[in-house]
């Protein structure tokens, strides 16, 4: 989704910061490349750089020599990415960085961004407030201009705890409010809550990309290679991957269905994660918050309820509470 939005605007190129095992994230990511006409490369780093030092680390690929800016995703939190408007507010504003931030209930367990109303201008930071200081804090969404990487030295850096507030204090950082929703995807509840979010602003602003039919209820995304057997009932808050095979007679609701996996005839899974090239078996029942692995087979008639599978496992038997299964 995120390079999705990133190719609209103009990026020609999305640069990942990973520390382990980039050839599986690249190989995963080669479909997007030919898709969507984009170059994905990979910044390795060999030892944990924080949220600012793979910057640095990836300076060579970030500065071209143009000045322009350059975009900054946290990969696990999800929006509508307005990102057109993020550009035309950095270029209006003159400052050195621009921050999305968006609005929540509960500031106190995050920190907060305390910024100029009238003009967006970042003032200061304040960790988890003890008194309202204000109701906004950072969504991970940010946009860059180059003269930025000069803050940053590479080794172990925080990019919201050092470099933000050395760019704040000098009047050069700028927030815009997030509109729309937002979700930090990085926890399996929270990312099946970001699914029912995102398929919701699908169905006010691209309808045609949802599914349809007798057999759909509520908001679902099915890739088209998908395959749905007869008398299925899918939905609300469905989203199925490429080469999956659901059978006749399953029942899904709330779940993630990821690539290559079998659903067999007359199974249910409501509220969990099913990993790529799973199989799950005949009248098998999966709920409560259960994410199986990568190539995780669940045998015929099998109930589990909740739970962690790791990758490649048989489960023979029923898992009657939440574990962690090695």
């Given at each position: ?67 322009e800016p ?27 960085a621009t ?184 009248w098998a ?42």
């Amino acid at each position: 989704m995120q390079i999705e939005a990133l190719k609209e605007v103009g990026v020609t190129e999305v640069v990942l910061a990973i520390n382990y095992q980039p050839e599986i994230m690249l190989n995963f990511l080669k479909d997007f490349e030919d898709k969507l006409g984009i170059t994905i490369t990979c910044s390795q780093e060999t030892e944990p750089l924080g949220t600012a030092g793979p910057l640095a680390l990836a300076r060579d690929k970030l500065v071209d020599g143009s000045g322009e800016p350059f975009f900054v995703l946290n990969s696990d939190v999800i929006s509508e990415y307005p990102f057109s408007e993020l550009i035309k507010f950095h270029k209006s504003h003159g400052g050195e960085a621009t921050i999305m931030v968006t609005k929540v209930d509960e500031p106190s367990k995050y920190g907060v961004v305390v910024m100029e109303e009238a003009t967006g201008m970042v003032e200061r930071f304040v960790e988890k407030p003890k008194i309202f200081v204000g109701n906004k804090i950072n969504a991970g969404i940010y946009l860059l201009n180059p003269s930025v990487l000069d803050r940053i030295e590479l080794k172990p850096t925080s990019i919201e705890k050092e470099i933000f507030p050395q760019i704040a204090a000098d009047e050069k950082l700028y927030a815009m409010v997030l509109p729309g929703f937002w979700m930090d995807v990085g926890q399996p509840r929270d990312y099946i809550t970001g699914l029912r979010l995102y398929l919701g602003s699908l169905r006010k602003k691209s309808a045609d990309r949802l599914a349809t039919g007798a057999h759909i209820v509520g908001n679902v995304l099915v890739h088209e290679s998908a395959k749905i057997g007869e008398g299925c009932l899918i939905g609300p808050d469905v989203a199925i991957g490429p080469g999956c095979i659901v059978e006749d007679g399953v029942r899904l609701s709330r779940c993630t269905v990821m690539r290559g996996v079998r659903i067999k005839k007359h199974a249910c899974i409501s509220n969990s994660i099913i990993g790529w090239h799973s199989t799950v078996g005949q009248w098998a029942r999966i709920e409560n918050m259960t994410i199986l692995g990568e190539d995780v087979h669940i045998r015929d008639e099998v109930y589990t309820n909740g739970g962690v599978v790791l990758p490649h496992k048989e489960i023979k038997s029923s898992i009657l509470k939440p574990e962690i299964v090695m």
